[in-house]
């Protein structure tokens, strides 16, 4: 899983929040956890899943930064959930019941 975020971010509250959540799923699924980190200044910070060499897949982009740590959680599992039925992320099917049963 990858957080994209400006380097403007690093000490902002919502960074944390969706960084935090971003790598409790990762650990849950057994996924990679990685923050990549751009000099523009931009406000939006983003979350995708990366599997393989295939273009990474956007999850969550916290724009306005009104949510909280739990929130950010759900949205990530809602999403990696919806991804498990796409029959081009099978490893995701395996892990579905987990996906749903920890929040």
Known sequence: M????SSFLSDDERFKFVSLAT???AKLLKLGFE???FKEEVSPIYVY???GDGDPIPLYCDKEG???MRDIY???RNMMFVLSFHPKYSALRQMRTM?????
């Not at 990858?2 to 975020?5: F, G, R």
């Not at 996906?99 to 929040?103: A, E, G, K, L």
């Open 49 to 51: 899943y990366k599997s």
């Open 74 to 76: 759900a949205a990530l």
């Open 2 to 5: 990858l957080v994209y975020a």
């Open 35 to 37: 923050i990549v980190v």
């Open 99 to 103: 996906i749903m049963r920890f929040s």
């Open 66 to 68: 009104h949510s909280d």
């Open 23 to 25: 790598e409790k799923m």
